[in-house]
């Protein structure tokens, strides 16, 4: 996705969020915010550790962990980097890239270091001055792929001592500053206070800088509206279904001014056929769609979307609007999402509420130890079946230890969805 990005700051205290360098404020749920970025139209997130020594290090890192385990945007991530093992081991947490403090001695060669090691594109770097610029520009040329110009009065001095592309840090919005810096070719972004709020309107903001010339990374439609098939009513029908689980949420239609509105607003805007007007889901119960991916049908005549749904779909407080069963046929379940969720839930019920005779409770009684022990069995059973021809043996094998290896993660708090969002971000 091409054009000039915004970005939002983190700013970490003993594995919190605070408002600021100066100001260590508790800052609100670095969850809640990562989720909003997400959503909102954010381009990227700037973590900034503020530790002042390894302990707290070590608490902050594994904040970062989390919120890249969350993030669906870049992360870029500095603060105690005194080693190349400190830039591995944020890249290892999942960062994209990793930010170097000018105003170190070391900051040069950490560059040289971290660029030949994990990639230029890895490194970027934060400047006070441009001191570092003169003093190791061919270093910083080689191995740094981004800037972030912490001073606005270093900007115009820029242009003359590097051509690496830079983001701008402004606190306070103002529209035509923001314009005449990022009409500049070099400045590919603007990060800031100001895009921290957690009530922004982000698309509308990059709808104000479109306005004034400033190409932004918006949400745009392979196909023209002209090009869909559309009901004798003029709409078109929408599938909506959420994301991440795949379950469908709702069915609702759209005109052509509530798809534009949607495009714009990145939230799902629908046309009600009872009130004849548009309709922003969301607009007076909150419960907002957060828009996705739209993908329309080989008639082109219907539209599915994939969205991040604040709270309940349905307007009953049901989570889809769904949930009333005609008939349903016995079948076997053979989605392994379902399949490995539904085994997770009745283990968790067996903990909760044990009962008399079952070997899950049995487990759950000898402790963490015999878990392990019985996790360790059948881990070796699986390498033995596996140098056996019949390939039967290593399905019953693999099985067995997924059962026991979710009784761990019951026992240990980790869930299905923990695991696949630690894998996706491998």
């Given at each position: 996705m091409n054009g000039k990005s915004l970005a939002a700051t983190l700013y970490l205290k003993n594995g919190e969020a605070v408002k600021g360098f100066h100001c260590l404020e508790k800052d609100g749920n670095f969850i809640q915010k990562i989720h909003r970025y997400n959503d909102s139209g954010i381009d990227k997130l700037l973590i900034f550790d503020l530790s002042e020594d390894n302990s707290e290090h070590d608490v902050n890192l594994y904040t970062i962990k989390e919120i890249c385990r969350i993030a669906e945007i870049p992360v870029c991530a500095g603060g105690h980097i005194d080693r190349?093992?400190?830039?591995?081991?944020?890249?290892?947490?999942?960062?994209?890239?990793?930010?170097?403090?000018?105003?170190?001695?070391s900051a040069a060669e950490l560059a040289k270091e971290?660029?030949?090691?994990?990639?230029?594109?890895?490194i970027a770097i934060t400047l006070q001055n441009v001191d570092i610029l003169?003093?190791?520009?061919?270093?910083?040329?080689?191995?740094?792929?981004?800037?972030?110009?912490?001073?606005?009065?270093?900007?115009?001095?820029?242009?003359?001592?590097s051509d690496i592309p830079y983001t701008v840090v402004q606190h306070e919005y103002n529209l035509k500053?923001?314009?005449?810096?990022?009409?500049?070719?070099?400045i590919q972004g603007i990060c800031g206070n100001h895009l921290n709020s957690m009530t922004l309107d982000v698309m509308a903001l990059k709808a104000s800088l479109n306005a004034e010339g400033i190409a932004t990374r918006r949400l745009t439609s392979a196909l023209e509206w002209k090009s869909f098939r559309l009901n004798e009513d003029g709409l078109i029908p929408v599938i909506v279904q959420d994301y991440q689980s795949l379950d469908v949420l709702m069915l609702a239609y759209m005109n052509q001014e509530a798809f534009e509105h949607t495009m714009r607003s990145g939230k799902m805007t629908y046309y009600s056929r009872s009130r004849k007007q548009l309709w922003v889901k969301g607009e007076t119960s909150g419960h907002f769609q957060y828009m996705k991916s739209l993908t329309i049908d080989c008639d082109s005549d219907t539209i599915l979307a994939k969205v991040s749904q604040l709270g309940a779909a349905c307007h009953t407080g049901e989570p889809s609007c769904f949930f009333q069963t005609l008939v349903k046929k016995e079948y076997l379940e053979k989605n392994p999402q379902k399949v490995f969720?539904?085994?997770?839930?009745?283990?968790?019920?067996?903990?909760?509420?044990?009962?008399?005779?079952?070997?899950?409770?049995?487990?759950?009684?000898?402790?963490?130890d015999?878990?392990?022990?019985?996790?360790?069995?059948?881990?070796?059973?699986?390498?033995?079946?596996?140098?056996?021809?019949i390939t039967e043996e290593i399905k019953y094998e693999i099985s067995d230890f997924l059962y026991h290896m979710t009784v761990l993660m019951v026992e240990k708090g980790v869930t299905w969805e923990?695991?696949?969002?630690?894998?996706?971000?491998r």
């Open positions: 190349v093992e400190d830039i591995k081991k944020l890249l290892y947490a999942g960062c994209g890239q990793v930010l170097l403090n000018s105003r170190k001695k971290g660029g030949q090691r994990f990639g230029k594109d890895k003169f003093k190791h520009r061919e270093t910083i040329t080689k191995n740094v792929s981004e800037m972030y110009i912490m001073e606005e009065e270093i900007v115009d001095t820029m242009d003359s001592v500053r923001w314009t005449t810096l990022l009409k500049n070719k070099y969720e539904s085994l997770y839930e009745v283990i968790a019920a067996r903990k909760q509420y044990p009962k008399e005779g079952s070997y899950t409770n049995y487990l759950f009684d000898k402790g963490i015999k878990i392990l022990k019985k996790l360790g069995e059948e881990a070796t059973e699986i390498v033995i079946a596996a140098k056996n021809p923990d695991i696949t969002m630690e894998l996706s971000q």
